[in-house]
């Protein structure tokens, strides 16, 4: 069993930055792909950001490339902490956003890929 538990959302103006972080444990959690989603109101819940397990490569959305970045800290096997820096946000931006575990070393960009959820936390950005 994996669990995930997302911090550092809020409001913010157009141009600023926010840093989101995901916690996860659960066992051999570094074992996980872990992706980073969003789902703002009336529309379909969207692939942002991704890092594997094995060697750490990330693998961005066009719309954040440049803006956002994805980081993994290992704190034990069983214990990680991921964040996502984002700058110059944008309203487009504004979402729910959440974080996702993946049993598998590739990076997959639709939600059904993934095994685990976060309960999310409200991004929201004022022009």
């Known amino acids: 069993q994996v669990q995930l538990v997302e911090s550092g959302g809020g409001l913010v103006q157009a141009g600023g930055s926010l840093r989101l972080s995901c916690a996860a444990s659960?066992?051999?959690?570094?074992?996980?792909?872990i992706g980073w989603f969003r789902q703002a109101p009336g529309k379909e819940r969207e692939f942002v950001a991704g890092i594997r397990w094995s060697g750490g490569s990330t693998y961005y959305a066009d719309s954040v490339k440049g803006r956002f970045t994805m980081g993994r800290f290992t704190i034990s096997r069983d214990r990680n902490t991921m964040y996502l820096q984002m700058n110059s946000l944008k309203p487009e931006d504004t979402a729910v956003y959440y974080c996702a575990a993946r049993g598998r070393s590739d990076i997959y960009t639709t939600p059904s890929g993934y095994d685990y959820w976060g309960q999310g936390t409200q991004v929201t950005v004022s022009s």
């Open positions: 659960g066992r051999t959690i570094s074992s996980y792909t």
